[in-house]
């Protein structure tokens, strides 16, 4: 049964400190996706991937924030320094996407990463 | 801007009752994707369902429905026969056709069974 894997599941870190949160994605999926979600904003977008190249950052702090795809099963976020307004729920999420017939586009989400900063 | 909107924070059902998630929808492109997923406690995203917006037929699968009506923008979800386990947040999303894969996200739906 294939599924998106994130790690950790949870994270607790002290302000400053650097964060990283990995995600594999299902095997063959082409398009790669990095969501927040807090109480607040609900679910952004962060940053998403196709075929390995970045296609949209915009709503990344970038600043502190920084993804990347080293690798076809391997995607990365970082937080350095990490603040507590950076505490949520990341999502990876992976789809394959290909815009022809019947392609729904669908995304496959992991289980998330709940990061508290303090 | 694309835009969902889910005006119901909260939704109570009866269990084996059905019950009607609303979601209306704003975009210019002509070509897009509606879905619902489900959120339960435990926090992982579920997909339920998929409308295209050039599908003909309102898409269905097993107790979900989705009330497609697309001169409203809406795309509501229908559930037949609640149970307790459906008890969750609900979110509707849209895809388009020029950015597929992004989605874009209302801020959900909660939905309580109650026996």
């Known amino acids: 049964d294939a599924r998106v894997t994130q790690t950790p599941r949870d994270k607790v870190t002290e302000m400053g400190q650097e964060v990283t949160m990995r995600c594999q994605p299902i095997?063959?999926?082409?398009?790669v996706f990095w969501y927040r979600q807090t109480m607040m904003q609900g679910l952004e977008l962060l940053a998403y991937?196709?075929?390995?190249?970045?296609?949209?950052d915009s709503g990344m702090p970038k600043d502190r924030f920084s993804a990347e795809m080293p690798d076809a099963t391997l995607a990365t976020l970082k937080i350095q320094p990490s603040e507590p307004r950076d505490s949520a729920v990341y999502f990876c999420?992976?789809?394959?996407?290909?815009?022809?017939?019947?392609?729904?586009?669908?995304?496959?989400f992991g289980e998330g990463s709940r990061l508290t900063v303090l | 801007a694309q835009k969902i909107t889910q005006t119901q924070p909260g939704m109570f059902v009866q269990e084996k009752e059905a019950v009607t998630l609303d979601c209306t929808y704003d975009?210019?492109?002509?070509?897009?994707?509606l879905f619902w997923y489900k959120q339960p406690s435990s926090g992982e995203m579920i997909f339920l369902i998929y409308?295209?917006?050039?599908?003909?037929q309102n898409a269905t699968e097993g107790r979900y429905s989705l009330n497609f009506q697309k001169a409203r923008k809406s795309a509501n979800l229908v559930i037949s026969a609640s149970q307790l386990g459906d008890s969750a947040m609900y979110f509707c999303?849209?895809?388009?056709?020029?950015?597929?894969?992004?989605?874009?996200f209302g801020r959900g739906t909660q939905l309580t069974v109650w026996p």
């Open positions: 409308q295209g917006s050039y599908d003909q």
């Open positions: 999303a849209m895809s388009l056709g020029s950015t597929l894969g992004r989605l874009y």
């Open positions: 999420a992976s789809g394959l996407v290909t815009g022809g017939a019947g392609n729904t586009g669908e995304l496959f």
């Open positions: 991937f196709r075929n390995r190249a970045p296609l949209d």
């Open positions: 095997l063959g999926h082409n398009t």
């Open positions: 975009t210019s492109d002509p070509s897009y994707g």
